[in-house]
């Protein structure tokens, strides 16, 4: 049975940081990313990563704040995200497939996501 669980979401301060990562079960995958929902806005994308970790992908929005990452010894994803900004407040999701891509299509596995919340 696949899983994807996320962690390590939460309040912080505009300027601040955090980390999120994204453990998977059940099987490896190529690709990993993230995406996030913000409330009444449609779920966009964020980063991707492919399983070599040499190519990567970035939304402009968190381009040069944010760094994905993995490990695939520990089947995990991280997403380090800096300079938050209140704007970056949404429920974050892991995602993870077979296909390299930014739209939500691409990928056949979903977390249940975890929530950031940046204040003002």
């Known amino acids: 049975q696949v899983q994807l669980v996320e962690s390590g979401g939460g309040l912080v301060q505009a300027g601040g940081s955090l980390r999120l990562s994204c453990a998977a079960s059940?099987?490896?995958?190529?690709?990993m990313g993230w995406f996030r929902q913000a409330p009444g806005k449609e779920r966009e994308f964020v980063a991707v990563?492919?399983?070599?970790?040499?190519?990567?992908v970035y939304a402009d929005s968190v381009k040069g704040r944010s760094t994905i990452s993995r490990d695939n010894a520990k089947n995990t994803v991280y997403l380090q995200m800096n300079s938050l900004k209140p704007e970056d407040t949404a429920v974050y999701y892991c995602?993870?497939?077979?296909?390299?891509?930014?739209?939500?299509?691409?990928?056949?596995?979903w977390g249940l996501g975890t929530q950031v919340t940046v204040s003002s």
């Open positions: 990563i492919l399983w070599t970790g040499s190519t990567t």
């Open positions: 059940g099987r490896t995958f190529s690709t």
């Open positions: 995602a993870a497939g077979s296909r390299f891509g930014i739209v939500t299509s691409n990928f056949d596995y």
